[in-house]
């Protein structure tokens, strides 16, 4: 019988934790959208957000597409924000060695680690009024695949070590630590954590909120009209070279009539 990862009485309890990734109506909420299937995100086909679901996937998918194109070889991958691992599991289809996860929330951490250990297991999302639904979920068979592990980390303080990554990814992490300039510095100071000629991806929707970092800190600049898009190419453009960018939607679900939807800025760089 597979693990339980979250109960349903979870779901309308209170949360004893200071985290908000911690609390598991959001854990419930990114389990589903990094593992479920559209038929257990949607309650109807031809949903009009239906072409939203498969976020991690498209953000594997667009990393390997860019490796491919700078022939870049891509044996250790970090991904920085990982929440419970799809897109780590994502990126273990094609990446050669290890992908490590990596999350400022230990319970997420301990739910991703819990279902790779497992190979799968079950979890409950909210329907509406008191009422939740059980969704069991299968991970793919590891042969030939990464391995996969995952760890506590804050993105703001990456270790490195003497075997750099050839990739790395923070998906929407820029907008949620408390001085995005120096998250993104350590990728260009020194070779510890990702090695010269590797590739860093940076998805984010940029909603910033002065909760998580001081306006000042924020990309861009309202003074001169610069965009959070155009301040990140200003601090990237002198160490990394921009292989490929675009716009991709995610969705999280409240419940069958309530939908969070985001459109993250994607970016995909080379270090020089």
Not at 30 to 38: E, I, K, N, T, W
Not at 180 to 204: T, V
Request: glycine share 10%; with cysteine; net charge negative.
């Amino acid at each position: 019988m597979p693990p339980v990862l979250l109960k349903s009485d979870e779901l309308f309890g209170d949360d004893k934790t200071g985290l908000p990734y911690d609390k598991s109506r959001e854990i419930s909420r990114y389990l589903l959208m990094h593992y479920g299937a559209v038929d257990d995100v949607f309650d109807r086909p031809r949903h009009p957000l239906a072409d939203a679901h498969g976020y991690p996937r498209r953000l594997s998918r667009m990393l390997q597409d860019s490796a491919l194109r700078t022939g870049s070889r891509v044996r250790r991958v970090l991904d920085v924000g990982c929440n419970v691992g799809g897109v780590t599991h994502a990126l273990s289809e094609w990446a050669e060695d290890l992908v490590i996860g990596v999350d400022i929330s230990p319970r997420s951490i301990e739910i991703a680690q819990t279902l790779t250990r497992s190979g799968g297991g079950t979890f409950s999302v909210a329907e509406l009024g008191p009422f939740t639904r059980d969704i069991e979920l299968r991970l793919p068979a590891t042969d030939g695949r990464a391995e996969v592990r995952f760890e506590v980390g804050d993105a703001g303080a990456l270790k490195g070590g003497p075997d750099a990554f050839d990739a790395v990814l923070l998906s929407n992490v820029l907008d949620r630590v408390d001085d995005p300039a120096a998250c993104l510095a350590q990728f260009s100071a020194g070779a510890d954590l990702l090695r010269p000629g590797g590739l860093l991806m940076i998805a984010c929707p940029w909603s910033w909120y002065p909760e998580y970092s001081h306006p000042g800190t924020w990309l861009g600049s309202a003074q001169d009209h610069t965009s959070s898009e155009e301040g990140l190419k200003r601090l990237l453009e002198a160490d990394f070279t921009l292989v490929d960018e675009a716009d991709q939607a995610g969705v999280l679900r409240q419940n069958p009539r309530e939908y969070d939807y985001f459109e993250a800025h994607v970016t995909v760089w080379r270090k020089r």
